[in-house]
């Protein structure tokens, strides 16, 4: 009896561990699973996720694409291959707007037919421009403004005169012949550049800087315009035609022309060369 009683207390141990270990393994399956689960769902780390991120500069199209400066209008010039001044004649169609400078030069001793600016002085223009003053004057004169004749054609040999004794003047002062000759040039051209061997241009009243306080010049910038005239080197247009503001300098350029630039704001050369490059 006893021998029996221990026989199932062994058989019930031995159930019972069993049971136990069958516990015991499936609980152990289940973390295996579930361990196995987290690393499948986790990649596995390389190098580049212990290094810092590589950072780049977001790439923007830019809002509005970059515009070339616009060419000056007076690139649309003719100009020569070489560099040498080229030759012009105020003659044919389009003759009032010649243009006269150090790249567009007269050529050699030319010479207009003249006449007086006004009856009875022995100041002169290109025969094709003096009624055109004479008219201006007569306005004026009647507007109480004396736009009396001051210096009007002048001959190659004058303009050579007054040219070299400018020059001699800065020398004196310690410029060197090259320096003295450039400064000159943007105050008296040399011959066959200037507009006064033409016979267009006409210096009023006087050639001084207080010209620009009198009545004369406030009634030739309303005014002159509409007689064919322009004021033809401005004072914010000097590093465009190469010499300094002259308010007592107008010019001939025919009474279409002169109201374009009057209107437009621009210089004669700027006039001439947007002409070109619509052309």
Request: include cysteine; charge should be negative.
């Amino acid at each position: 009896m006893a021998k029996t009683m221990n026989r199932r207390q062994l058989r019930a141990k031995l159930a019972l561990l069993l049971l136990l270990v069958v516990i015991l393994g499936a609980l152990s399956a289940g973390f295996l699973i579930s361990e196995k689960r987290v690393h499948a769902a986790a990649p596995e780390a390389d190098a580049s996720d212990t290094a810092p991120a590589a950072t780049t500069e977001p790439q923007t199209e830019p809002l509005t694409e970059a515009v070339p400066a616009a060419e000056p209008a007076t690139s649309a010039l003719p100009k020569s291959a070489n560099n040498d001044p080229i030759i012009v004649s105020p003659t044919g169609d389009g003759w009032e707007t010649t243009l006269v400078n150090l790249q567009y030069r007269l050529p050699e001793g030319y010479e207009p037919t003249l006449a007086p600016a006004v009856e009875g002085s022995s100041v002169q223009l290109d025969r094709r421009v003096a009624p055109h003053y004479a008219a201006m004057y007569a306005a004026a004169k009647a507007d109480g403004c004396i736009l009396t004749p001051y210096s009007g054609y002048r001959s190659y040999a004058r303009q050579q005169e007054n040219f070299n004794r400018r020059v001699a003047s800065f020398v004196e002062q310690g410029l060197s012949e090259a320096d003295a000759k450039a400064k000159t040039q943007t105050r008296i051209l040399p011959p066959g550049c200037s507009e006064h061997n033409m016979g267009f241009a006409m210096d009023v009243v006087s050639a001084s800087a207080d010209f620009v306080e009198t009545k004369e010049f406030k009634w030739l910038t309303e005014h002159a315009y509409a007689y064919g005239f322009i004021l033809r080197y401005p004072e914010n247009k000097t590093d465009i035609t190469g010499v300094m503001y002259e308010p007592w300098h107008w010019r001939y350029v025919g009474e279409k022309a002169a109201k374009e630039i009057f209107q437009s704001g621009q210089c004669l050369e700027e006039y001439l060369g947007a002409a070109a490059a619509k052309q």
